[in-house]
């Protein structure tokens, strides 16, 4: 059986409204206006982008309610809390 290769490339047709395409092509930096591949693969990544972003805000959210994690990082800030007064000021500058 013959093995087939994985190409780093992966070509998809896509249909998309004409305005929407205007509306993409108007927004984009004069450099890109010419390459619809290369508007769609940016904005792709902005996309995955944004959504990883907001599932880790989700995740630091829901973390951060957690009673039990509130307990160790209280726990935490308390074994902590001598080092706060050890002669280091707030401004790093002096």
């Known amino acids: 059986m013959k093995t087939q290769k994985l190409t780093p490339i992966v070509r998809r047709s896509v249909a998309l409204p004409r305005t929407l395409v205007d509306e993409v092509v108007a ?3 004069p450099d890109m206006r010419g390459n ?3 508007l769609v693969t940016v904005a792709l990544r902005e996309f995955v982008a944004r959504r990883k972003a907001r599932a880790f805000r989700r995740a ?5 309610s957690d009673p039990a994690i509130q307990s160790e990082n209280t726990a935490i800030a308390r074994e902590f809390a001598p080092a706060e007064s050890d002669g280091l000021c707030d401004d790093q500058t002096r």
Not at 60 to 64: G, K, R
């Open 36 to 38: 619809m591949n290369r």
């Open 27 to 29: 927004a984009a930096p």
């Open 60 to 64: 630091m959210a829901e973390m951060a």
